[in-house]
């Protein structure tokens, strides 16, 4: 196809929206997805100009909110890959917290950042058969590789979502959809803000690189990953740490 569509789930700020801008620079027209922050997302919408092709709300907490994104955007026209960036992080101690509160963060996290992805995955892969394939990049964490206090939900959650992306790499390998995830470490978004202010040099030196990544790093890697020259990967998932964690 001439135009290639891509959606980018949580892409009004952060991650995401870096992920929006380097895809234009590749020529790809984007579908931008908000949660809360509409004006941000009117915002983004504005600048990247004629390389939107769409704006649309969806909360996540409710699954069946992001097989209806699908549909809105598809309505506009047919999409060639779809990113998975929105989520979510609550810290929660696993012991102490109270049953309510125990209940509502693995419930609330696991809808954001597993089930919803999942449910939208489904629908974007229905269409992709259609259309002789299709791309997918789910925006992991590092500690969906490795254990990390407080957050169990957290983890949990991208642990699960990396094993989809590959689990479905192989399956549906066959009919030309890929499957990929990156997992950053600490990255200068407003979802680190709170620890970056708090132990700032303790981050610091556990990442050998001596920095924190950018969200224009891990844009980069969503960029290579939607190339042609990635036409014969798929299931792979490209950390994003400055060597803090190897596996």
Not at 89 to 98: G, Q, R, V
Not at 162 to 186: C, D, S, Y
Request: hydrophobic residues 45%; aromatic residues 6%; proline residues 3%.
């Amino acid at each position: 196809m001439s135009v290639k569509r891509v959606l980018v789930t949580g892409s009004s700020r952060g991650i995401g929206k870096a992920i929006a801008f380097r895809l234009v620079e590749d020529g790809w027209k984007v579908a931008l997805h908000y949660g809360s922050a509409r004006s941000e997302a009117e915002a983004t919408a504005k600048k990247l100009g004629e390389n939107c092709v769409g704006v649309y709300k969806a909360l996540f907490h409710e699954p069946a909110n992001a097989e209806e994104l699908v549909e809105q955007a598809l309505k506009d026209g047919p999409l060639n890959a779809v990113v998975n960036n929105a989520g979510v992080y609550t810290k929660l101690d696993f012991i102490e917290s109270t049953d309510a509160e125990f209940e509502s963060t693995f419930a609330r996290t696991m809808a954001v950042n597993f089930v919803s992805p999942c449910r939208l995955i489904r629908r974007a892969s229905q269409h992709f058969v259609k259309i002789g394939g299709g791309k997918v990049v789910n925006v992991a964490s590092r500690v969906g590789h490795r254990g990390e206090a407080g957050a169990t939900a957290y983890s949990a959650s991208k642990s699960a979502l990396l094993n989809l992306t590959r689990a479905l790499a192989v399956e549906q390998a066959k009919m030309n959809i890929q499957h990929f995830a990156i997992a950053p470490g600490w990255v200068e978004t407003s979802m680190a803000r709170e620890g970056m202010e708090t132990k700032l040099p303790d981050i610091l030196q556990e990442i050998p690189l001596g920095r924190m990544a950018k969200p224009s790093d891990c844009a980069s890697a969503v960029a290579f990953l939607l190339r042609e020259e990635a036409a014969y990967l798929s299931g792979i998932v490209i950390d994003i740490n400055g060597a803090s964690y190897l596996r």
